[in-house]
């Protein structure tokens, strides 16, 4: 059990809206990612967060934006939501350093109408 | 700019016979690859990774470089396996993900 928990796991937005989203990452893991993986693709790197500073970003607009509170939890939020933002988004987890595993939460679902 | 490609959407296998999912993969300095598996209503899990060179679940990946691919296979493939599987490439701090392969394993 990877111990990565998101939330909420699904939600209905309007285009326009803001939404965010929540973390806890697994015990002991400082550095956490986050993923938007579009229906039939893989998951694309939005950004990542370690000692609560962005230290990597995606191709993703200003608009996607994060936090990393001290205990490494974080959030994901975007602003101005569009159609195409519907997606599942996954949250990462992991400690920093080379060849450290990865860790996956279930995700959470947005759909934008 | 790194890239995971993985040619094949859906692939359907009887119960028994072998399964091979492909992958490639684009990158200018060494690679670090990994196997990423999502069964029916469950996260994101990692299967395996190229430098531990282990066998899980009866699956083992070889990264070749000079055809720079790291082809997924398990010689008797399980109804268990029917998954969505996906090829990633770790770059520093971030994965880059192929579009992932939908594997089915019919009795």
């Known amino acids: 059990e990877t111990g990565v928990t998101q939330s909420p796991t699904h939600l209905i937005k309007t285009r326009g809206q803001q939404v965010t989203l929540r973390c806890s990452s697994q015990?002991?893991?400082?550095?956490v990612s986050w993923y938007q993986q579009a229906l039939g693709q893989g998951p694309q790197f939005i950004f990542q967060?370690?000692?609560?500073?962005?230290?990597g970003r995606g191709n993703f607009p200003p608009r996607f934006s994060g936090l990393q509170f001290p205990n490494y939890s974080s959030e994901l939020n975007v602003n101005a939501l569009e159609l195409d933002d519907s997606a599942l988004y996954l949250c990462a987890s992991s400690f920093s350093g080379a060849g450290n595993t990865i860790y996956f939460g279930e995700g959470s679902w947005l759909t934008v109408v | 700019a790194q890239r995971v490609t993985q040619p094949e959407k859906l692939l359907s296998v009887f119960k028994g016979a072998p399964v091979e999912l492909k992958c490639n993969y684009s990158?200018?300095?060494?690679?670090?690859l990994f196997w990423y598996v999502q069964y029916s209503r469950q996260r994101l899990q990692l299967l395996l990774r190229h430098i531990s060179r282990e066998s899980i679940k009866g699956f083992t990946a070889d990264l070749n470089k000079g055809e720079t691919s790291f082809h997924l296979k398990k010689p008797f493939a399980q109804e268990e396996d029917s998954a969505m599987y996906y090829c990633a490439l770790r770059d520093d701090y971030k994965l880059s993900f192929g579009a992932g392969t939908t594997v089915t394993v019919r009795a």
């Open positions: 990158y200018s300095g060494s690679p670090e």
């Open positions: 967060y370690y000692r609560e500073e962005e230290n």
């Open positions: 015990s002991g893991h400082n550095t």
